[in-house]
């Protein structure tokens, strides 16, 4: 690996070599090998990757074949690192800084940004783009041919080094451990997020979970700090139930033996009339329409979380949404603004309210990132933390 002191002169930065799991085609193992990463431009920090963890949605984009998906590429968006160089405009942060990396920008002074009402900053809006934020048809990444490299989420943490917009970066304790802190950068923040900031969960109120994968895990844990009394997991693996448990599950609902019912008619006679709070994890257009039908009518309110196809539509009766007065919503990294929300969550950790060791059930060598793929292809686990170096 090859590397440059940073100074204040930012002239002088060059390209670091180091090494990355390259994704170059869908579905075929990740590629070991050297790149190189450019230097900062304005707005943007280079950061050294301490460790970065596996979410279901470097699978999805993995797997992806039609766009947005493209390659080559690399995948990764859960992560912690240390400020390597800083490029210009940049004061929030610096050299040596430990940071999380996040998908979600947060610039701090849009309308968007300002507001309490929205995490959706529109200076730097979500989308799902091969480049840097700020600068369309760039990269920071090329491999050794000279090709250039895309990113992904904003983040690519799947190598040594990367390069972020400032936006998308939060400052944190560098005290905290880099394996629980990094889970912070998406899944158990989108999930806990969900839980409390999008659905405002009340003390006492009654939770469906669709899907009990890390993100729905990580919703009944948010259930679990906001007070509810009943959390009702629904997943086809039975084994499941046992895992959820942990997290707050209360009961567990298995939709492959409910027989002649739908999933939605069982837990509205579970529930006496529908739940007060459903969440879809899943990704499926289907299971948002029964996550909307069990939810109760007058106040329930649906958030799906889950991943579609690109092009999925949600197909709901419109005397149903008339009559029934239920809300439906979405919620991208659980609502959270990045750089106000993860420090409190930080915080709830460190007291011992928020439970995040339970998260991890692995951790790896980065150079083993594709028998990580494996495991949480075959559901054994709920994070995998990879480790640089």
Same mark, same amino acid.
């Given at each position: ?6 100074? $204040? ?16 085609? &869908?579905?075929?193992?990740?590629? %070991? ?19 970065? &963890?596996? *979410? ?5 984009? !993995? ?15 859960? &992560? ?6 800083? $490029? ?18 947060? =610039?701090?002074?849009?309308?968007? =940004? ?16 091969? +480049? %840097? ?8 990444? /090329? ?38 802190? *990094? ?12 839980? !409390? ?45 046992? #895992? ?11 939709? %492959? ?13 579970? /529930? ?26 007058? !106040?329930?309110? /649906? ?17 149903? #949404?008339?009559?029934? $007065?239920?809300?439906? %919503? ?7 603004? &990045? ?47 990879? +480790?640089?170096?």
């Amino acid at each position: 690996m090859e590397n440059n002191k940073s100074s $204040g002169d930012k002239s002088s930065l060059k390209p670091i070599r180091c090494k990355a799991a390259v994704c170059r085609k &869908a579905g075929e193992p990740l590629v %070991m090998e050297e790149i190189l990463v450019a230097p900062p431009q304005p707005h943007e920090v280079r950061i050294r990757i301490i460790c970065t &963890a596996l *979410c279901h949605s470097d699978i999805t984009f !993995w797997k992806l074949e039609v766009p947005p998906a493209c390659f080559p590429r690399i995948l990764g968006h859960e &992560a912690i690192g240390v400020v390597e160089s800083v $490029g210009e405009n940049v004061t929030e942060v610096v050299v040596g800084d430990t940071v999380l990396p996040t998908f979600m920008a947060d =610039c701090g002074d849009c309308v968007d =940004c300002k507001s309490p009402k929205s995490n959706l900053c529109s200076r730097l809006p979500f989308k799902v783009s091969p +480049w %840097m934020p700020r600068y369309e048809n760039s990269s920071r990444f /090329t491999d050794l041919n000279g090709n250039t490299l895309f990113h992904f989420l904003n983040v690519s943490s799947f190598s040594e080094y990367t390069v972020l917009d400032v936006a998308h970066v939060v400052k944190i304790d560098s005290s905290i451990p880099p394996s629980r802190a *990094c889970l912070l950068s998406c899944g158990v923040s989108t999930g806990v997020g969900a839980a !409390w900031k999008t659905a405002q969960v009340e003390q006492g109120s009654t939770v469906v979970i669709f899907g009990l994968g890390s993100i729905g895990l990580a919703v009944a844990e948010g259930a679990r700090l906001c007070g509810a009394s009943r959390i009702i997991g629904v997943d086809i693996n039975p084994t499941k139930f046992e #895992v959820g448990q942990k997290f707050g599950i209360t009961e567990f609902v298995n939709s %492959m033996t409910c027989g002649n019912k739908r999933v939605s008619e069982v837990i509205n006679e579970m /529930t006496g009339g529908g739940a007060d709070y459903c969440f879809e994890c899943v990704g499926s257009s289907s299971l948002v329409q029964e996550a909307y039908a069990c939810c109760r009518k007058g !106040w329930g309110k /649906t958030i799906t979380l889950g991943v579609d196809k690109p092009g999925s539509e949600i197909c709901l009766n419109s005397s149903d #949404v008339l009559h029934n $007065g239920k809300t439906l %919503m979405g919620s991208l990294f659980g609502g959270l603004k &990045a750089k106000s929300h993860i420090p409190l969550l930080l915080k709830r950790y460190m007291s011992k309210e928020l439970e995040l060791d339970k998260f991890v059930t692995h951790e790896m060598k980065f150079e083993d990132i594709n028998d990580a793929f494996q495991l949480l292809l075959d559901g054994r686990c709920i994070r995998c933390v990879l +480790w640089m170096g």
